[in-house]
């Protein structure tokens, strides 16, 4: 099999093309390229890159024939083609030809160095708000690769909604061409009404700050009624079970008093959790403990849980502390969603154990633990450890890895 060449094309002005890059799209014996590119060396080699789904299944059939370059935007390093073609042929016999990014034409047009930076793309990725707002909060410089259809106008609104707004953005479109545009300005002044097509923009934020780890809150902290608790040695592992992030979607299936909610939005600020229940008395001292803690990134639903969860976003993580006899069907539809989703229930009687065992067990990362906890209680002029219910824990994912 002939040699595969991954070309960095650069910004697609020839004076930014590398005379390496140049030389080895000469000389393959076929060379698979944008038109910005194709127009600008006029080579009789050279088709145009369009179907990338019908380029990947034919490459093989290409490299028996002859030599082949692919001619990708930027540097081939960065979010490229090439990682796609990686993934799919590992073994591939491949030379890579770097070249100036976009992102290194915008640090240099506003002086910016890259060092400290991370580096992000929104081009042809799924966005998020909540990722983009954390990137940018626990990082001083964040540079990102955009589009026409996700690019600075989403990410200021992003950074908006997660008050952020005194960043700083730069921008930068047509990078090296004549109609080259630069835009530099705070996150809340910034006014395009469209994204431009050629984009990279970059935020910096003059006072980053780590996310610290899991916050654990005493059970003595919350407010309380007659609505049921999980207690906080349970709640410390259910939390570890959860495999929460920071931008985590989570459910709070029978929310009860609210703790579990309020440890998930603890430790994904980022994040929303959406606390389900239809109980009168638990929404009450629900909607008061999340005032009491400031919390903003938990939602109440009100409703039976069967009903309402069909109208959430899509969750990484569902605790299921109550399911009022709906259980199964609450299984049945989160099984249903195209997801690989994680979750995690609590059990103290024997009913609710028997129902949930033979539907979770069959899952990937099935787990059951049982915890048997006491707890230091005096009696008269002496201690003794009074014992809680036993309560079992289940974890599982709804698809492999």
Not at 157 to 174: C, K
Request: include cysteine; aromatic fraction near 8%; proline fraction near 5%.
């Amino acid at each position: 099999m002939n040699r595969l060449y991954i070309i960095g094309g650069g910004s697609g002005n020839a004076d930014y093309l590398l005379p390496a890059a140049k030389k080895a799209a000469e000389a393959v014996g076929m060379l698979i390229a944008s038109e910005r590119f194709t127009d600008s060396l006029a080579l009789k080699n050279a088709v145009p890159l369009k179907n990338i789904p019908k380029l990947l299944e034919m490459l093989p059939q290409y490299l028996e024939k002859c030599s082949v370059g692919i001619m990708v935007s930027g540097d081939p390093l960065l979010y490229s083609l090439y990682g796609t073609i990686l993934k799919r042929y590992p073994d591939i016999n491949a030379e890579i030809i770097p070249s100036v990014s976009s992102l290194q034409l915008l640090g240099t047009a506003f002086g910016i160095t890259m060092e400290d930076a991370l580096i992000l793309s929104i081009h042809g990725r799924e966005f998020s708000s909540e990722k983009t707002a954390s990137a940018v909060y626990q990082n001083k410089k964040v540079f990102f690769l955009c589009s026409k259809e996700q690019g600075p106008i989403e990410i200021a609104s992003a950074l908006m909604e997660y008050g952020l707004q005194n960043t700083e953005i730069f921008i930068g479109s047509d990078l090296t061409y004549k109609t080259e545009r630069l835009i530099h300005c705070k996150v809340s002044e910034l006014r395009l009404r469209e994204n431009p097509s050629l984009c990279a923009a970059a935020v910096i934020n003059p006072n980053p700050q780590k996310i610290s780890g899991i916050r654990h809150i005493p059970d003595s902290v919350f407010l309380r009624n007659s609505s049921p608790m999980t207690k906080e040695e349970v709640r410390a592992v259910v939390i570890s079970k959860l495999r929460l992030s920071q931008n985590s979607i989570v459910w709070d299936i029978g929310a009860g008093t609210g703790s579990i909610s309020a440890e998930c939005a603890f430790s994904c600020p980022f994040g929303t959790v959406y606390s389900v229940e239809c109980k009168k008395s638990a929404l009450e001292i629900l909607k008061k403990n999340k005032d009491f803690l400031g919390i903003s990134n938990m939602e109440i639903i009100s409703g039976r849980a069967k009903d309402v969860i069909k109208n959430l976003p899509l969750p990484d993580s569902v605790f299921i502390g109550g399911s009022g006899n709906e259980l199964s069907e609450i299984l049945e539809y989160i099984f249903s969603l195209s997801k690989r989703i994680r979750i995690v229930m609590t059990a103290v009687t024997l009913e609710t154990i028997s129902s949930a065992y033979p539907t979770l067990k069959a899952m990937p990362q099935f787990e059951a633990v049982q915890l048997s906890i006491g707890v230091s209680k005096k009696i008269g002029g002496y201690g003794i450890i009074d014992g809680n219910n036993p309560i079992t824990i289940f974890s599982c994912y709804t698809e492999e890895e």
